[in-house]
Antibody, heavy 118, light 111 residues
């Protein structure tokens, strides 16, 4: 069965960076991409970007351009999302989710809480 | 890219039906047939309920159905059950610049 298992919760200070991992299993990793979606406390879902696990091509949400980097390691079927220059409003649960370019996001990871606080 | 517009809340008694709307533009909902609906229980990850406007993944009850007209998509939950009480989000492909946009979310309450 398809599973996406994410790394644990993080607490960061403003201005710092965070890197969240997402280990995939149960399917051919390079046949799909990974989207990252975040959800601030009590708020809705916000798409952050997508990376192809086949060739590493990326597509980032315009509001995060320059602060976010998504990568993959095909040897371990793991995707990573790094967010820099953290602010308090980056406090959210960050999800990875599987999907091909422009099509359905189907399976989701369990989420990683990132708290930004001084 | 603005979020798709959903009503904040919807409710119904057990056995009744509830329909949630999701309004976008011709650049997202109206322009593509990649509209999905997700169910999210408190503290849990979203779960795919409907994809490509009206298709149901394996394991999703046929009480859940989707449709689209113009720039508005809809999710209908028939025969409401207690476990259907959750937040529901729509999403749509939005073109090659910002791939996806999500709806504002609707809290469904089973009375």
């Amino acid at each position: 069965q398809v599973q996406l298992v994410q790394s644990g919760a993080e607490v960061k200070k403003p201005g710092a960076s965070v890197k969240v991992s997402c280990k995939a299993s149960g399917y051919t990793f390079t046949s799909y991409g990974i989207s990252w979606v975040r959800q601030a406390p009590g708020q809705g879902l916000e798409w952050m970007g997508w990376i192809s696990a086949y060739n590493g091509n990326t597509n980032y949400a315009q509001k995060l351009q320059g602060r976010v980097t998504m990568t993959t390691d095909t040897s371990t079927s793991t995707a990573y999302m790094e967010l820099r220059s953290l602010r308090s409003d980056d406090t959210a649960v960050y999800y990875c989710a599987r999907g091909r370019f422009g099509t359905t996001i189907d399976y989701w990871g369990q989420g990683t809480l990132v708290t930004v606080s001084s | 890219q603005s979020a798709l517009t959903q009503p904040p809340s919807a409710s119904g008694s057990p056995g009744q039906s509830v329909t949630i709307s999701c309004t976008g533009t011709s650049s997202d909902v109206g322009g593509y047939n990649y509209v999905s609906w997700y169910q999210q229980h408190p503290g849990k990850a979203p779960k795919l309920m409907i994809y490509e406007v009206s298709k149901r993944p394996s394991g999703v009850p046929d009480r859940f159905s989707g449709s689209k007209s113009g720039n508005t998509a809809s999710l209908t939950v028939s025969g409401l059950q207690a476990e259907d009480e959750a937040d529901y989000y729509c999403s749509s492909y939005a073109g090659s610049n910002n791939l996806y946009v999500f709806g504002t979310g609707t809290k469904v309450t089973v009375l």
